[in-house]
Nanobody
């Protein structure tokens, strides 16, 4: 079974940066899609970005495009999400998840993701 462990969250002022990590066990990045989601206060969980082994590049939702960057270290089985120019509305619990390889974005389809981490809290103060 795949296990995902997120880290790197914290409290930061608006305009600041954080780097989230997601360490995966028993997982080959080339064969699956790995994504980042967040649950902000009072809102449903939403997809933020994803990277698929078949696509070879990351996809971002419009609200974070140009500010967040996803990368991976396959040797360390770790995926990163660099959060820059943070805004108070970026506050929430950030989760990484693993789903099937796909040529289309899976972010709108939460039911298609197989494994989830426990989440890491990101708080952006104004």
């Amino acid at each position: 079974e795949v296990q995902l462990v997120e880290s790197g969250g914290g409290l930061v002022q608006a305009g600041g940066s954080l780097r989230l990590s997601c360490a995966a066990s028993r997982f080959n990045f080339d064969c699956y899609t790995i994504g980042w989601f967040r649950r902000s206060p009072g809102k449903a969980r939403e997809g933020v970005s994803e990277m698929s082994g078949t696509a070879g590049s990351a996809y971002y939702v419009d609200s974070v495009k140009g500010r967040f960057a996803m990368s991976s270290d396959n040797a360390k089985k770790t995926v990163f999400l660099q959060l820059n120019s943070l805004k108070p509305e970026d506050t929430g619990v950030y989760y990484c998840a693993v789903g099937p390889a796909s040529s289309e974005t899976l972010l709108p389809h939460i039911e298609r993701w197989w494994y989830w981490g426990q989440g890491t809290q990101v708080t952006v103060s104004s």
